[in-house]
T-cell receptor, first 111, second 113 residues
Framework: EDQVTQSPEALRLQEGESSSLNCSYT??????LFWYRQDPGKGPEFLFT???AGEEKEKERLKATLTKKESFLHITAPKPEDSATYLC????????????FGKGTKLSVIP | DTGVSQDPRHKITKRGQNVTFRCDPISEHNRLYWYRQTLGQGPEFLTYFQNEAQLEKSRLLSDRFSAERPKGSFSTLEIQRTEQGDSAMYLC???????????FGNGTRLTVT
């Protein structure tokens, strides 16, 4: 069974304190790994797609990386507005269109 | 704003009642998805449409759930004989082609009392 595990479940950072969120996966036939941000009461907002090991994507203070077993979301010098739940999802196998999500990491950035 | 639109935002219903939710995807997107999310969990896949064809359904989708996408435009998700376990956020998403990112709406929060 395909599994996606995110850690930590929750993370509190001081403003400016850089850190990383982890997404480990055990799937067969990874077609893509997606990172989303979700604010309370809203739907997930797309951040990045990664397709192959070694790939990296950046957007403002966020950088996503991918290996054969896990992905990291690095947050550099976070600000309070980066506070949200960050979700990782995988798309696997030919002929399937569904994403399998992890439970997310709830990030709080304290001023 | 031309994002994914869902209606209603909130729905409170009594156990045993039927409810219907509507999703309007981004206009040029031919792929539409329904997900369900409970507190502290990631979204779980329910079903997928390409144009008007329902191509994939999760085992989570019991026979009390039915989804339609007439004419390949908006979609509806109906839950019959609601149960307390159906309380969740129901999310709709759309995308242009396979492997392209899903764009989510802000969901319909269902509370079954």
């Amino acid at each position: 069974e395909d599994q996606v595990t995110q850690s930590p479940e929750a993370l509190r950072l001081q403003e400016g304190e850089s850190s990383s969120l982890n997404c480990s996966y055990t799937v067969s036939g990874l077609r893509g790994l997606f990172w989303y941000r979700q604010d309370p009461g809203k739907g997930p907002e797309f951040l990045f797609t990664l397709y192959s090991a070694g790939e990296e994507k950046e957007k403002e203070r966020l950088k996503a990386t991918l290996t054969k077993k896990e992905s990291f979301l690095h947050i550099t010098a976070p600000k309070p507005e980066d506070s949200a739940t960050y979700l990782c999802a995988v798309q696997v196998g030919a002929g399937s269109y569904q994403l399998t999500f992890g439970k997310g990491t709830k990030l709080s950035v304290i001023p | 704003d031309t994002g994914v639109s869902q209606d209603p935002r909130h729905k409170i219903t009594k156990r045993g009642q039927n409810v219907t939710f509507r999703c309007d995807p981004i206009s040029e997107h031919n792929r539409l998805y329904w997900y369900r999310q409970t507190l502290g969990q990631g979204p779980e896949f329910l079903t997928y449409f390409q144009n008007e064809a329902q191509l994939e359904k999760s085992r989570l989708l019991s026979d009390r759930f039915s989804a339609e996408r007439p004419k390949g435009s908006f979609s509806t998700l109906e839950i019959q004989r609601t149960e307390q376990g159906d309380s969740a956020m129901y999310l709709c998403a759309s995308s242009l082609v396979n492997n392209s990112p899903l764009h989510f709406g802000n969901g319909t929060r269902l509370t079954v009392t």
